[in-house]
Nanobody, 120 residues
Framework: QVQLVESGGGSVQPGGSLRLSCAASGIISGIYFMAWYRQVPGDQRERVATITSSRSTNYVDSVKGRFTISMESAKKTVYLQMNSLKPEDTAVYYC??????????????WGQGTLVTVSS
């Protein structure tokens, strides 16, 4: 009932920038939070950044000062601006969102993932 579609992944050299986008659609009445996670094959999924409906943000230490999460509520879209990228940022990035639907139920949805590769 709720779908998340990510875009913006790709390959970039160390020091470069990328911006990820994630658009939510479906019978959504409200979004409480949106977040970005990343996962390297063989490792656990790591939460990278979170933003709440009140625009409170939180980042994992390894990306503080380099990544910025933002949200456009009207478009139900979250962005992750990634600057000064490092090879260790290489991963599949997943969008996650939680909120309520118009039929009164809560949701916790995930996107399909988008690959970010940082390499020279």
């Amino acid at each position: 009932q709720v779908q998340l579609v990510e875009s913006g992944g790709g390959s970039v050299q160390p020091g470069g920038s990328l911006r990820l986008s994630c658009a939510a659609s479906g019978i959504i009445s409200g979004i409480y939070f949106m977040a970005w996670y990343r996962q390297v094959p063989g490792d656990q999924r790591e939460r990278v950044a979170t933003i709440t409906s009140s625009r409170s943000t939180n980042y994992v230490d390894s990306v503080k000062g380099r990544f910025t999460i933002s949200m456009e509520s009207a478009k139900k879209t979250v962005y992750l601006q990634m600057n000064s990228l490092k090879p260790e940022d290489t991963a599949v990035y997943y969008c996650n969102a939680g909120g309520s639907t118009s039929n009164g139920r809560g949701f916790d949805a995930w996107g399909q993932g988008t690959l970010v590769t940082v390499s020279s």
